[in-house]
């Protein structure tokens, strides 16, 4: 389900999680648990995350890799204001490793660099256009050898997933305002930075996938 890109989708913080849960039951997070699980690397990895949401993605990260520097880049501030409350609440611990920044790749000054950088039903927010620019700007970051860290909805395969995606498109396009009005080429861009895949998993009928790039 497509998750906020800007001050635009304050409206839905309050209620994204539960509204996903509602359609996709577990599925979204079993994707993004399948990704960490192949692809987050070992040791003291420093890790990106943009396009976080409310927050639940930064205590996986930190579960599997207690010693993660991580750099958690959100534009709505309403997610970002609930994903710090979270961090507060659930991760006390682990405050000090976490660096929250309101804003989108832009805000990621030229020498940052992330052994892991994680995008969770994020990129399908974007026109291919505007795509191109997020993808070019976060490859720029990420150390070579380094690990993209994807779950998304998949190229849509059978009726139904076309009409789901429609669907979602046309609700997130009336109410948010998202530029996307059709799945842009996810993993074309990725293999356009020299990025090859490995398959971490597929969920709801394959609708969704998880993979890792490197």
């Known amino acids: 389900m497509p998750r906020p890109t800007d001050s635009g989708f304050d409206v839905v913080a309050s209620f994204y999680d539960p509204l996903a849960r509602l359609v996709y039951g577990r599925a979204l ?78 805000c990621l000054p030229p020498t940052a660099c992330f052994e892991a950088v994680v995008t969770f039903f994020f990129l399908d927010l974007f026109t291919p256009v505007r795509l191109r620019s997020i993808t070019a700007r976060v490859g720029a970051v990420l150390v070579p050898g380094g690990r993209w860290l994807l779950a998304d909805f998949a190229r849509p395969r059978s009726w139904w997933q076309h009409t789901l995606l429609k669907l979602m498109y046309w609700f997130f396009g009336f109410t948010t305002g998202i530029s996307a009005r059709h799945r842009p080429p996810i993993e074309d861009e990725l293999a356009q930075l020299g990025l090859s895949p490995q398959l971490a998993g597929q969920f709801f009928g394959g609708m969704v996938e998880a993979s890792v790039w490197q």
Do not use: C, N
């Open 29 to 106: 997070q079993r994707a993004q648990e399948a990704a960490l699980d192949a692809g987050l690397t070992s040791g003291r990895p420093r890790v990106l995350i943009i396009g976080g949401g409310t927050g639940w993605v930064l205590g996986q990260v930190l579960k599997r890799q207690p010693k993660a520097r991580v750099v958690y880049v959100e534009a709505s501030g309403r997610m970002l204001a609930r994903s710090e409350a979270w961090a507060r609440r659930h991760l006390p611990q682990h405050l000090g490793q976490i660096e929250f920044r309101l804003g989108t790749e832009a």
